[in-house]
């Protein structure tokens, strides 16, 4: 009853969803789930969307959706042979797919998956940290090319101090440190970063399409102060920024230059004017706000992670300046530093975060 079930309520939204796009609409993509490795279940599910008591309407779903991970809760990360165990389940999972995609093209539908990758959930960030995920990954997604149509790699960004899912562990991290992420690169034919001159503090590859300009995200918080360089394909540089400041976070800097020409490659430098040549200290400038009654400031430390001892230093609008943490220790990524100590609403004032 399950499967019918799940088939009757899929099949009531399915009908919701065409009255707003229209029937047939190929704005409109209907996904209808199972499981990836359970033929029996998919089979009922599949058998209840062409029974009327089940499927009133006869409104068919367009693809079917699995999630072919590979490894389960008897793997540990920090085993030796953990890359060796790992191929092997992920053949089999490969293998169970191709039945899979056979039975689900028997009933007119497209196989895709919504999820997928490795599934270690015992030190599973020792498995994404690991150089042989790479070429494993690159293996992994060329043969699910045949299978699916659409597949979703979980996932980008999750910490690997829990499940190790995430290919990276936080926004920011250089894809030097992270293997899986270079897997995901080679077999997407995108390459990774490529390797930062001496002189330049972020560097950024972007094409332009068609008439949109080139954009990119700076990873600077609020009130750093940035030059911009862009590198012509061939090889001039000009300064397209001089003295920006970063007024929000995220903040996307839009390069429209007439020289640009669709589909060539653009690099571009981020220098920072401020906080200068020390790297490990970064610049802020915040307005006090009301909060719960409280004027308060709050400092987005994105370029720091889990584990740094920063130095909190403020200078207040009448000039006189204060440490307010001589030695924090970050507990999290993405880490908000909250001050609220005499503070007056509206009036600006400037922060300096040091990594001890």
């Not at 079930?5 to 009908?15: D, I, N, P």
């Not at 394909?233 to 903040?251: K, S, Y």
Request: aromatic residues 12%.
């Amino acid at each position: 009853m399950r499967a019918a079930s799940h088939v009757y309520f899929a099949s009531k939204a399915f009908v919701s969803f065409e009255k707003v796009f229209g029937r047939n609409s190929d704005r409109l993509v209907k996904v209808l789930a199972g499981q990836a490795v359970n033929e029996y279940l998919n089979t009922l599910i599949l058998d209840a969307v062409d029974n009327p008591t089940f499927n009133p309407s006869n409104v068919r779903p367009d693809v079917f959706a699995t999630a072919p991970y590979f490894g389960d809760y008897q793997d540990d990360g920090r085993d030796e042979n953990i890359l060796a165990k790992l191929r092997v389940k992920m053949e089999a999972s490969i293998a169970t797919q191709r039945s899979m995609k056979t039975l689900i093209e028997s009933r007119g539908l497209k196989l895709v998956g919504y999820e997928g990758g490795h599934h270690v959930t015992t030190n599973g960030g020792s498995v994404v940290a690991n150089p042989g995920i790479r070429q494993l990954y690159v293996d992994y997604y060329r043969q699910l090319d045949d299978i699916f149509g659409t597949f979703c790699h979980y996932n980008h960004v999750k910490s690997w101090q829990n499940s190790g899912f995430g290919v990276k562990s936080y926004i920011g991290q250089p894809d030097s440190e992270c293997p899986a992420w270079q897997g995901l690169a080679d077999y997407i034919g995108v390459g990774t970063e490529p390797e930062e001159p001496a002189d330049c503090d972020e560097i950024h590859e972007d094409t332009k399409w068609l008439d949109y300009p080139t954009a990119f995200k700076l990873l600077a918080p609020r009130g750093t102060v940035v030059d911009i360089f862009r590198v012509d394909p061939d090889g001039m540089e000009i300064q397209v920024a001089a003295n920006l400041e970063v007024r929000w976070t995220p903040f996307w800097f839009h390069d429209d230059a007439p020289s640009l020409v669709h589909g060539e490659n653009y690099l571009y430098c981020v220098v920072y004017a401020t906080p200068g040549d020390n790297k490990n200290q970064r610049s802020f400038r915040d307005l006090a706000w009301e909060w719960n009654g409280t004027p308060t400031t709050a400092l987005q430390l994105d370029h720091l992670k889990a584990g740094d001892f920063i130095k909190v230093t403020r200078t207040n609008p009448n000039g006189t300046t204060q440490i307010l943490e001589s030695r924090l220790e970050l507990l999290w990524n993405d880490y908000w530093y909250i001050d609220t100590r005499e503070l007056q609403h509206g009036e600006y004032y400037d922060y300096v975060v040091e990594k001890l």
